[in-house]
T-cell receptor, first 114, second 114 residues
């Protein structure tokens, strides 16, 4: 069974640009969540989607957005990139996002903003 | 605001040693506590703990939760160089829309020397 798949794995962008990251959850999983990992702030929750609806959102500015498609695949977008957005962006999936559902992480997308 | 604190920040041991990693938390409406191991890639799931006093074991790793004192420990016995990694603790809140919204601690970096 394939794990959580994220693309692209590595990318470099310039300040002011925008970026879209993609996540394919484990087959059958309907809850997809996104996290940002930086050396200074650690792992921080961005948002969670279930059945194409954003169910929860972390404390990030509106430049960070996401969506989920009917096949549970998800994308996140960051507009007007800043140097501080350089981070590892991790996607995680679980069956339903309910109690007892194990949460599995993808290998992440490394974003560097220059 | 939910908070997770891990200690120690880092630890260096020799193969064969036993280590204990600590995780204390403050969370509104606690649902579960999770442990992950992160090498240079995706955090891999170790344990999910929901009930106090019940030890979970997987090979040389074990973990237990104390919901009264709000902490958990992760024990690794007979450490091996392959155990070198960052160990992450996270808590998950309860609630209709809680979904998979994890609050992570800063991690404990474990290095096992031959």
């Amino acid at each position: 069974k394939a794990g959580v798949t994220q693309t692209p794995r590595y990318l470099i962008k310039t300040r002011g640009q925008q970026v879209t990251l993609s996540c394919s959850p484990i087959s059958g999983h309907r809850s997809v969540s996104w996290y940002q990992q930086t050396p200074g702030q650690g792992l921080q929750f961005l948002f969670e989607y279930f059945s194409e609806t954003q169910r929860n959102k972390g404390n990030f500015p509106g430049r960070f957005s996401g969506r989920q498609f009917s096949n549970s695949r998800s994308e996140m977008n960051v507009s007007t990139l800043e140097l501080g957005d350089s981070a590892l962006y991790l996607c995680a999936s679980s069956l339903l996002g309910q109690e007892g559902n194990t949460i599995y992480f993808g290998e992440g997308s490394w974003l560097t903003v220059v | 605001e939910d908070k997770v604190v891990q200690s120690p920040l880092s630890l260096v041991v020799h193969e064969g040693d036993t280590v204990t990693l600590n995780c204390s938390y403050e969370v509104t409406n606690f649902r579960s506590l999770l442990w992950y191991k992160q090498e240079k890639k995706a955090p891999t799931f170790l344990f999910m703990l929901t009930s106090s006093g019940i030890e979970k074991k997987s090979g040389r790793l074990s973990s237990i939760l104390d919901k009264k004192e709000l902490f958990s420990i992760l024990n690794i016995t007979a450490t091996q160089t392959g155990d070198s990694a960052v160990y992450l603790c996270a808590v998950e809140p309860w609630g209709t829309n809680a979904g998979n919204m994890l609050t992570f601690g800063g991690g404990t970096r474990l290095m096992v020397k031959p």
